[in-house]
């Protein structure tokens, strides 16, 4: 049942008319339009009447700044009309768009969902390949090009290890996200519905858009890291745990047919999580050691309770008796040592499954795990290893005794997912700055090991703990629980030695001294283009020597692409990250290293964004070798994994990159283009460089980035345990912080930490065929310009001129417009389109459709922070923080609008 739209709406959806978005969407968002307009009209029907004038005068705008005179008055008024609002009619307003955006974001989620079962149901299953899931596109790809034996082999080499970080980039609340669930939930449901049935899911979504309407966008306070940890946790109770078997399942499907299920499998469980939540102490003093062993035992807990009750209901189901189903010699064995562990809970266990000793045994597994939660030493599992071994025991007496399709379906999606988790859910990896380490060693030195010759100085002593704390860790949830250990600004090999001899100087006893994998992490440009240098006399190290003789040459590297992109410009720290990876690849294949790169990526493309999958492919050959490690932080985490459906596709699709990228057709490419572009690269690396170099040297600039961006305010929320800057201003670039410093540019949209500099290096090239046939045959400049586009088509110059002004320099105006009007025609030329994303079919209209709503967020911003900046002196604190509230209440609705801004 679909309410006939109001005049004013349908208005509204005229005005989008030329935005060529598909059915579903535009009725969803009329859906949502529509309710929302309800709910502020509940509250207030005077706010809703002013809704819809923001919201006409913002379609209003046209986004090809040719700036006609309607346009223009349809700018200036919705100016007029924020600024004359009062404090608590324009918080609600904005709340009002905030709940909007969550809404579009539901509808564009619930789209591609839907599309991909649709998709899916019309897979012939006489294909190759199934056409939907890229991870059989990329196995049927290789077996063509190298043989069926080499993909394999590849195959079990495949490796997918995305780290979950804690940066203060989510601004949405844990509170909104159930809200937003249930919504989604509802929408799924909706379509098809009528009678009776349509009015009440109709009622219950207004329930909930009310309760979203009336919650405040803002927590209350930050969280701490002990709380970030339920972020994890809450994406592997709602995806991830039964998402990760099904994508192994699935490949299963297609590569064993009529068998899958019945035989053992031939998919490697290649997925391994990892996270910094807890553990990275970089910049974040928040982050102890006494944090970072409560949350590794929150994920021990959880894990083992998610297990054992995993295996109790698929142990409730194994009802075979011995008649249908004799058990093997080594399940009676097995079932023999259970009894002489633990008279009780065998006891227990025959009694209720009789003569099913399947059952019972599993049973009596699922105790086990239990009893490991509380360490009683003489049931628990030493390690996860153990229980698989027994899982595995179940398995194959199933088999042979005929009940295959139990052993090798929910049994070996049991096997899966300790495989994929373990005991510890997610690898914890531990990060420290180089040069606090030094100033350990040196504090050491002077007052002594034990502080034996005066105090040791506090940081010391949590230095030396969080070793200590990582041993704790490994003696309860394993070695891989905890043995990464990432040295951030490493600029040396000693850096890795130091860290080496501190785990050394923690423990009494050498026999204490945790398994570590020492990590450096190369982020500025010098550090980036030395890194081959300092791995050279890293590997000379006896404890790095040591370590690779006990992987068989593994050894893992990290490159940071937000410091890189901060200090030399998003086109040069490109084209240098693609060098490093190139340089560190060859030295890794004549030193016999087996290397896994890790890549410190974020959502925006300043940071490394965009499609994982595009950026995989993209790779200099050798980089990858089947093994794919990178950040997952911020927005992106909820976006990727928060619905089954979608994380199980980009799973899959960055799985089956990983895999391709060894292909070698896939090699070749690379390898070819970049050589023949060497000199194209050479000129847009310099150019560019040059041009960023001069707006960050240009005097006061960072004074001036502070003004007129709302950096300070987004320093304010309480969005993440980590502090967001190192101060509330900035005097110097030092004291910008990466993240915030890509956060406020895209807030203030502008996205200047995305594009700026390649405009004029495309004009110092100033050959548009070059460029062209660059963008056609050059992965890493396709993926490049497709981000580049992708941040281009959320910037808006009217409105970032808004922010501009607040800081009275014309000089730097020029430069940031101008740069962006000159990047703006060259990225549009080289792709071909007349607007940012015309070509992609879903994506460009989808973005051009809520611009309008985003718009009326910003603009509001904009002249709130013009009021902060102007009369900030004479406002009362109450009025100040009432204000600032406000802002923080725009920062999450532009970041919910515009989407990958961290």
């Known amino acids: 049942m679909t309410k006939k739209l109001s005049v004013e709406e349908t208005a509204a959806l005229e005005a989008l008319q030329g935005v060529d978005v598909p059915e579903q969407i535009r009725n969803s968002m009329a859906l949502f339009l529509r309710l929302v307009r309800k709910v502020v009209e509940e509250s207030d029907q005077d706010l809703r009447a002013i809704f819809d004038v923001l919201l006409y005068d913002a379609i209003s705008m046209n986004d090809d700044m040719d700036e006609s005179e309607a346009e223009h008055q349809a700018f200036e008024d919705m100016g007029d009309i924020i600024t004359e609002l009062d404090e608590k009619s324009a918080t609600l307003l904005m709340r009002a768009f905030v709940t909007f955006f969550h809404l579009a974001n539901i509808c564009e989620e619930n789209y591609r969902v839907k599309s991909l079962r649709k998709r899916e149901s019309e897979v012939s299953v006489d294909a190759a390949a199934d056409p939907i899931n890229d991870l059989t596109v990329a196995y049927s790809q290789l077996v063509d090009e190298c043989g069926r034996g080499k993909a394999n082999a590849l195959l079990n080499r495949l490796e997918f290890h995305p780290v979950f970080t804690a940066h203060p980039t989510e601004a949405r609340r844990k509170a909104v996200e159930g809200k937003i669930r249930r919504i989604a939930e509802l929408l799924d449901a909706h379509e098809g519905l009528g009678g009776v049935a349509a009015l009440e899911n109709e009622r219950r979504l207004l329930q909930e858009i009310d309760a979203l309407f009336r919650t405040s966008p803002i927590a209350h306070k930050k969280p701490t890291p002990v709380e970030e940890a339920d972020t994890i946790i809450d994406i592997f109770d709602s995806t991830l745990f039964e998402m990760v078997p099904e994508v192994y399942r699935r490949f299963d499907d297609w590569q064993l047919g009529e068998k899958a299920g019945t035989v053992p499998p031939v998919c490697p469980a290649f997925f391994h999580p990892g996270s910094w939540i807890g ?48 058990p093997s010699k080594k399940l009676v064995n097995l079932w023999s040592h259970q009894c002489e562990m633990s008279e009780k809970i065998t006891t227990r266990a025959i009694g209720i499954s009789a003569s099913e000793l399947h059952r019972a045994c599993m049973l009596v597994i699922a105790e086990r795990l239990r009893a490991t939660i509380e360490r009683t030493s003489d049931v628990m599992y030493a390690d996860c290893d153990e229980y698989v071994a027994d899982l595995r025991v179940v398995q194959e007496s199933l088999a042979s005794a005929g009940a295959a399709r139990t052993a090798y379906g929910p049994v070996q999606r049991l096997i899966w997912q300790a495989q994929s988790f373990g005991f510890h859910m997610v690898e914890m990896e531990f990060r420290q700055h180089s040069v606090v380490h030094a100033r350990a060693l040196e504090d050491i030195k002077k007052h002594g090991r034990w502080g034996e010759r005066g105090e040791l100085d506090p940081m010391t002593h949590e230095v030396l703990d969080t070793f200590r704390a990582i041993g704790q860790i490994q003696r309860k949830n394993g070695v891989d629980a905890a043995r990464r250990y990432i040295i ?102 004549a030193n016999g290293i087996d290397l896994i790169l890790m890549h410190g990526r974020g959502g925006a493309v300043g940071r ?30 909820f976006a990727r994994y928060g619905d089954p459906i979608l994380a199980r596709r980009h799973v899959e699709s960055v799985a089956g990159a990983t895999l391709l990228q060894s292909a070698p057709s896939v090699e070749w ?222 920062v999450s609705g532009v970041a919910a609008g515009l989407q990958n801004t961290g």
């Open 279 to 326: 553990s990275d102490r970089d910049g974040n003093p928040n982050v102890t050691a006494k944090v970072s062993r409560q949350v590794a035992e929150k994920y021990r807990v959880h894990m083992l309770e998610t297990l054992a009750d995993a295996t109790h209901a698929i142990g409730r189901n194994l009802t075979m008796d011995g008649i249908s189903t004799e």
């Open 488 to 589: 951030s600004f490493t600029k040396s090999a000693q850096n890795v030695a130091d860290v080496y001899e501190l785990a050394r100087l923690a423990f009494a006893h050498e026999d204490d001294v945790p398994v570590l994998d020492v990590i450096p992490l190369f982020e500025q440009l010098e550090d980036l283009q030395g890194a081959v240098g300092i791995l050279d006399e890293m590997i000379k190290l006896p404890e790095v020597r040591r370590r690779l003789s006990q992987t068989d040459g593994r050894l893992e590297v990290m490159l940071g692409y937000s410091d890189s992109s901060k200090d030399a410009g998003p086109t040069s720290a490109t084209l240098t990250l693609h060098k490093t990876q190139e340089d560190i690849a060859k030295w890794a294949d």
């Open 608 to 637: 490394g964004g965009g499609p994982a999958n595009r950026a995989v492919l993209a790779q200099p050959k050798g980089s990858v070798n089947c093994r794919f490690k990178l950040t997952e932080q911020g927005e992106v985490i």
């Open 669 to 890: 490419t690379n390898t070819d283009s970049t050589e023949k572009y060497a000199d194209l690269a050479k000129v847009l690396d310099d150019a560019s460089h040059e041009r960023y170099l001069d707006l960050l040297n240009t005097e006061d600039f960072a004074q001036w980035f502070s003004t007129v961006t709302p950096l300070t305010e987004v320093g304010l929320m309480p969005i993440g345990s980590r502090p967001a800057k190192r101060g509330l201003g900035a005097k110097s670039l030092d004291d910008l912080r990466t993240i915030p410093w890509i956060f406020s540019w895209s807030q203030a949209r502008i996205n200047l930490a995305a594009w700026y500099g390649l405009g004029t290096a495309c004009e110092k090239c100033g050959d548009l065929k070059k460029l062209q046939a660059a963008y056609k045959d050059w992965p890493l400049f396709t993926t490049f310009i497709d981000n580049i586009e992708m941040s281009l088509s959320k910037t808006d110059e009217r409105i970032g001129k808004l922010y501009l002004r607040l800081g009275e320099r014309e000089d730097l105006n020029e430069k940031v417009i101008g740069e962006m009007e000159l990047t703006r025609k060259w990225v549009l030329a080289i792709v071909g389109d007349e607007w940012p994303l015309q070509h992609r079919r879903i994506l460009g209209p989808v973005i051009r459709m809520r611009l309008p709503f985003v718009n009326v967020l910003s603009v509001t911003q904009a002249l709130v922070l013009r009021t902060l900046r102007t009369k900030g002196e004479t406002l009362t604190p109450e009025e100040k923080e009432r204000f600032i509230y406000l802002i923080l209440c725009t």
